[in-house]
Nanobody, 120 residues
Framework: QVQLVESGGGLVQAGGSLRLSCTGV????????MAWFRQAPGKEREFVAG????????DYADSVKGRFIISRDNAKNTVFLQMNSLKPEDTAVYSC?????????????WGQGTQVTVSS
């Protein structure tokens, strides 16, 4: 069982930055593809960014490409999402997820989420 714990959310003005962290508890994350998803009120959950276990490949949703950066530190069992040039439409609950596969879907383990609010 992989337990994921997110942190780093908060309130920020448009144009600002936040860095989210996702730490694994109980098992190493180094074997898993990791991803960030988000869900805004009244909307479906959507893929934001993903990174392979070796960090050799990353993938981004078009809406965040060029503004967000996903990275990982396997020694610290942590995945990060650096969010720059934030927009009000980035407001959502952000959750990290782990999968044994490289995919935008089919994630097995999920964190509880952290709220990101971007004011205009």
């Amino acid at each position: 069982q992989v337990q994921l714990v997110e942190s780093g959310g908060g309130l920020v003005q448009a144009g600002g930055s936040l860095r989210l962290s996702c730490t694994g508890v109980g098992r190493t994350l180094s074997l898993y593809t990791m991803a960030w998803f988000r869900q805004a009120p009244g909307k479906e959950r959507e893929f934001v960014a993903g990174i392979t276990s070796s960090a050799g490949t990353t993938d981004y949703a078009d809406s965040v490409k060029g503004r967000f950066i996903i990275s990982r530190d396997n020694a610290k069992n942590t995945v990060f999402l650096q969010m720059n040039s934030l927009k009000p439409e980035d407001t959502a609950v952000y959750s990290c997820a782990a999968s044994p596969f490289w995919s935008r879907n089919d994630y097995t383990y999920w964190g509880q989420g952290t709220q990101v609010t971007v004011s205009s």
